[in-house]
């Protein structure tokens, strides 16, 4: 399978833990997006990147939530001090940036998620 | 700023009868528009996409959706459910030129239920 990986799957911590979520992207994807779902909500924008640059950070990204895609390939996504309100679904997809042009096209390909319940 | 409304968070449906259902779109620059869907346990896969061709757009699984510039709407519609449409379904809008090219905007979802 050569889709978006997700890891781990579920995730159950304490409050004020710190937890990281990795995601492997599509192979030959240059962009790489973080969501969050919770639940009854859409997909929330958390960040993306192309390739090793970190392009745009909502402001749902508080300063505990931090983002790297060191080497333009997988990607984690940190939550540091975790609160009950990070309980929550977090997304990654990937895409490939359209030729001449420089924006989204939407063709994202999401992974599984991964779950995170804060008790 | 842009932004998607879904109205209707759960349809049901019978096998066999009529899908719609409905996404209203706000932006400020001509939007691309898509909608994606969502198995149980799944994750999301686009459906079909809008951008700025044709304004009735096919998709996968039967599904298509028209784009209607003066209601600001882009309704999914699917002459005959099946049971495996089962499903969450998702309206989005990109941000695209001349806005942040980064991200979708998505609304809150659809929950569809198919009865046999």
């Known amino acids: 399978d050569t889709g978006v990986s997700q890891n781990p799957r579920h995730k159950i911590t304490k409050r004020g833990q710190n937890v990281t979520f990795r995601c492997d992207p599509i192979s030959e994807h240059n962009r790489l997006y973080w969501y969050r779902q919770t639940l009854g909500q859409g997909p929330e924008f958390l960040t993306y990147?192309?390739?090793?640059?970190?392009?745009?950070k909502s402001r749902l990204l508080s300063d505990r939530f931090s983002a790297e895609r060191p080497k333009g390939s997988f990607s984690t996504l940190e939550i540091q001090r975790t609160e009950q309100g990070d309980s929550a679904m977090y997304l990654c997809?990937?895409?490939?940036?359209?030729?001449?042009?420089?924006?989204?096209?939407?063709?994202?390909?999401f992974g599984e998620g991964s779950r995170l319940t804060v008790l | 700023a842009q932004s998607v409304t879904q109205l209707g968070s759960h349809v049901s449906v019978s096998e066999g009868a009529l899908v719609l259902l409905r996404c209203n779109y706000s932006?400020?620059?001509?939007?691309?528009l898509f909608w994606y869907v969502q198995y149980p346990n799944q994750g999301l896969q686009l459906l079909l996409k809008?951008?700025?061709?044709?304004?009735l757009v096919k998709g996968i699984n039967g599904f298509e959706a028209e784009f209607k510039k003066s209601e600001t709407s882009f309704h999914l519609t699917k002459p005959s459910a099946h049971m495996s449409d089962a499903a969450e379904y998702f309206c989005?809008?990109?941000?695209?030129?001349?806005?942040?090219?980064?991200?979708?905007?998505f609304g809150k979802g659809t929950k569809l239920s198919v009865k046999p």
């Open positions: 997809a990937s895409s490939s940036l359209g030729e001449g042009r420089p924006w989204n096209t939407g063709e994202l390909f």
């Open positions: 809008y951008t700025s061709a044709a304004t």
């Open positions: 932006s400020s620059v001509p939007p691309y």
């Open positions: 989005a809008v990109s941000l695209g030129y001349g806005g942040s090219q980064g991200n979708l905007i």
């Open positions: 990147f192309q390739n090793e640059a970190q392009l745009e």
